[in-house]
């Protein structure tokens, strides 16, 4: 039976727990998608999972433009906002009561249409959770075109997320005028969480040492302190694992070449130790600015307690700065590499340090300033030189969506800013 749409008849409800942050649910919306699609399921629209670490309560509709998401995938894919009342009768009115698919990370379409397409005809209502990596990267071009879909095309954010981000990049636009309205976004990871989380040590005072025990219980509750379990901070640091510090990144763009009057867009979280430790960076560039300093206390009301709301703002800004720096790992800088490739024809300014080399030049008491600077020039030149990059097995799609979601290579201005975000 085909529907009005062109669709066949679907073979179900899909409903979905996207766990994480930011742009680990978004990676969930996506794959999601594509495996709806694949079996031809109708899609419910993604539960985001309260997480102890983000705290963030935000609902779909409070990040994207939920009518526009459902709107953008009609001929493609059914979404629902919930499961039909008749159907939900059978579960007491309750979710928790449909079967759950515990489904392995990178697990292979195939395992879909095998394992849980069966259990999908016959149950007419499945859940995954959690649904973060349960799909592998390498797919079939049918579900890598959806994921492109959804992840380029079909996800906007919210109107009220979008207005503050299309407002603040404008702000610094307007600020740096003088030098072209050009400006770089720097993705910096020194929030509390991240620092405890590395296991790395910075000042190694007393204070930061106390500062880290207390977080890492608070957020992984035994994790780190388990008896036999060894952390060797000198050794992540040479692997290249830890986050640089406000004062390294600051080092690392004077040396590529950064001057004091280059324009900043900084993109974080809650600094750890703000007041000492960002001391240097400010100094260093007394032209960088946050959405904190951009934005009025009112406009930043709305946005102040959501930490992925918060997040998707600072997305909004480095989408569109010239070029893009990204201090540590984690799916906010890949997602971004990934969007202003498919945004600027393949290739777009993005630094991406090698964080093993710059822990032996800043942990070296004998080198100048010349050295170094010669040194950082090199990796930035490298950085820049690579071009084109195609996606290569096991690479992720929305790091790398060439070939894949780039056959329309072609676009002009108007549908790059209506895909925008």
């Not at 770089?184 to 989380?197: K, Q, T």
Request: net charge positive; hydrophobic share 35%; glycine share 6%.
């Amino acid at each position: 039976m085909i529907m009005a749409t062109g669709l066949a008849e679907s073979n179900g409800y899909i409903y979905i727990e996207a766990n994480g942050g930011l742009n680990q649910q978004r990676t969930s919306i996506c794959n999601a998608v594509a495996v709806a699609g694949y079996l031809n399921a109708t899609l419910v629209i993604p539960n985001f999972h309260y997480h102890s670490i983000w705290r963030d309560p935000s609902k779909f509709r409070d990040i994207y433009d939920e009518d526009y998401f459902i709107s953008m995938l009609e001929n493609d894919v059914r979404v629902v906002n919930k499961v039909p009342e008749y159907l939900m009768e059978r579960f007491d009115h309750n979710l928790s009561n449909v079967y759950n698919f515990r489904i392995k990370a990178w697990s292979p379409i195939l395992y879909y249409k095998d394992a849980v397409l069966p259990r999908l005809l016959e149950e007419k209502v499945i859940r995954i959770s959690p649904f973060a990596n349960r799909l592998s990267f390498d797919s079939p071009p049918a579900v890598q075109r959806l994921r492109c879909l959804a992840n380029y095309e079909a996800l906007r954010f919210s109107s009220p997320i979008l207005t503050l981000g299309e407002t603040l990049v404008a702000r610094m636009k307007e600020r740096s005028s003088n030098y072209g309205g050009k400006y770089i976004s720097v993705h910096l990871r020194f929030e509390e969480d991240m620092v405890a989380f590395s296991c790395c040590v910075f000042d190694g005072g007393e204070q930061e040492n106390e500062d880290m025990k207390a977080a890492r219980e608070r957020g992984w509750r035994g994790k780190f302190s388990k008896p036999g379990r060894v952390i060797r901070p000198g050794a992540i640091r040479i692997n290249g694992k830890c986050p640089l510090t406000p004062l390294e990144v600051g080092l690392m763009l004077r040396g590529m070449g950064f001057d004091k009057n280059t324009f900043i867009y900084l993109a974080s979280g809650k600094i750890y130790n703000a007041e000492k430790t960002m001391a240097p960076l400010l100094e260093m560039f007394p032209n960088l600015q946050t959405k904190e300093m951009l934005a009025s206390d009112e406009e930043l009301a709305p946005f102040k307690n959501f930490s992925s709301r918060m997040a998707a703002t600072d997305y909004t800004v480095c989408l569109h700065s010239e070029v893009f720096v990204t201090t540590q790992g984690g799916n906010f800088p890949h997602f971004l590499m990934g969007h202003r490739r498919y945004l600027y024809g393949g290739h777009s300014k993005t630094i991406r340090p090698d964080k093993r080399k710059l822990a032996l030049l800043f942990d070296n008491p004998k080198i100048g300033w010349k050295t170094f600077k010669r040194q950082l020039l090199g990796m930035r030149t490298h950085g820049d030189s690579k071009g084109f990059e195609l996606k290569r097995p096991n690479d992720s799609i929305y790091t790398f969506p060439c070939p894949d979601c780039m056959c329309r290579s072609n676009k002009t201005e108007d549908s790059r800013a209506l895909s925008a975000t």
